[in-house]
């Protein structure tokens, strides 16, 4: 469940939230005048889901790279063009094409 403190307690209890944080590894919404202000979200926790960011779109890209390799594959068969060797030549193809 989502933590909330005002901004008042996370300013007199700065150290005990910190580690509150840590321990639970869940974030923390800071309330000013009633309102959601800020967030403090535990440094690990952003450091794991930038390298899952990163990963998912590693994988994408490889599947669209792969999709993309596959139908300028077949492109090419349609068309009776040998597959190039070079990506000079693949290039030549496509702006040609």
Not at 8 to 32: C, E, F, G, M, W
Not at 45 to 53: L, N, S
């Amino acid at each position: 469940m989502l933590q909330i403190v005002s901004i008042t307690d996370a300013r007199n209890n700065l150290a005990k939230l910190i580690n509150r944080i840590q321990a639970t590894k869940q974030p923390v919404v800071i309330v000013q005048d009633s309102s959601p202000s800020v967030v403090i979200y535990p440094y690990n926790e952003i450091v794991k889901q930038e390298k899952e960011r990163d990963q998912l779109f590693k994988v994408k890209f490889q599947k669209i790279f792969a999709e993309g390799k596959k139908s300028f594959k077949k492109y090419l068969r349609n068309k009776s063009i040998e597959v190039p060797r070079s990506e000079d030549k693949a290039y030549s193809i496509i702006k040609n094409a």
